[in-house]
């Protein structure tokens, strides 16, 4: 049966992230390394802004985050399950919701206090059972930790443990779109406070982005929606 296939045109302009920081014309002559420190910082929280609003944006005047995103797959807690937990069950339902085929370039996103209910977990097996998480073996192994073999990477920008958000399963490479114009910009200038022997130092990035999906997919066999970027239900 003949068909049309169905495009969806996805706008992105660029958002503007600024910083801006003053320093005295005596500081920036007395410490010579005080410009580069001041750039390295700059940069350093112009990524975190950058990260935060992947994971968290709302799309409006800033990149539309993986959270608030429609194409969002929120896998149910297991009943009777406490709060601020995570046990193995949330995991094998996050994994199943995945697309096969992005599970190769997948990563899990944690709150950095989720880590003790991961090393917690463990797989029931008769009257015994086997922890199911590999913690990192520092420099002679993996740099990560990982589950299901894939990288597990604590990130400030995840939620506290318990919230909706506090742990994702993503392939930002097959499901997430982004563009910008160059690295981060600085310009340094003593005109703006020029009477008070300030040098006005900013910094700006011009970014956006936003998930490829407009929803989660229904494959052709089976009920449970497929998509690049999974969460776990609320416990608290």
Not at 66 to 84: F, P
Not at 113 to 129: D, F, K, R, V
Not at 152 to 169: A, K, N, R
């Amino acid at each position: 049966t003949a068909s049309k296939p169905k495009f969806r045109t996805i706008n992105l302009s660029l958002n503007k992230l600024v910083g801006m920081a003053y320093a005295t014309d005596e500081l920036i002559e007395d410490v010579s390394a005080l410009e580069i420190y001041i750039e390295r910082a700059f940069k350093d929280e112009l990524e975190y802004k950058i990260q935060d609003s992947i994971i968290n944006g709302s799309g409006i005047a800033m990149p539309l985050g993986i959270k608030n995103s429609t194409a969002l797959v929120t896998v149910d807690k297991e009943g009777g399950q406490g709060s601020d937990t995570i046990i193995y069950e949330n995991i094998l339902a996050m994994w199943s919701r995945l697309f096969s085929n992005s599970r190769k370039n997948a990563v899990w996103l944690i709150n950095q206090n989720c880590e003790p209910q991961l090393h917690q977990m463990s797989l029931a097996i008769g009257t015994g059972g086997n922890a199911v998480y590999l913690p990192s073996q520092g420099i002679a192994g993996a740099p990560h930790s990982t589950l299901f073999g894939r990288p597990v990477i604590p990130i400030e920008q995840c939620q506290t443990l318990g919230d909706l958000g506090d742990i994702y399963l993503a392939s930002f490479e097959d499901g997430y779109v982004s563009i910008d114009r160059g690295g981060p910009k600085m310009d340094s200038s003593i005109h703006v406070r020029f009477i008070y022997g300030e040098n006005c130092l900013r910094f700006q990035y011009r970014f956006s982005g936003c998930p490829v999906l407009s929803s989660a997919i229904t494959p052709a066999n089976g009920t449970d929606t497929l998509s690049h970027f999974i969460n776990l239900q609320a416990r608290n």
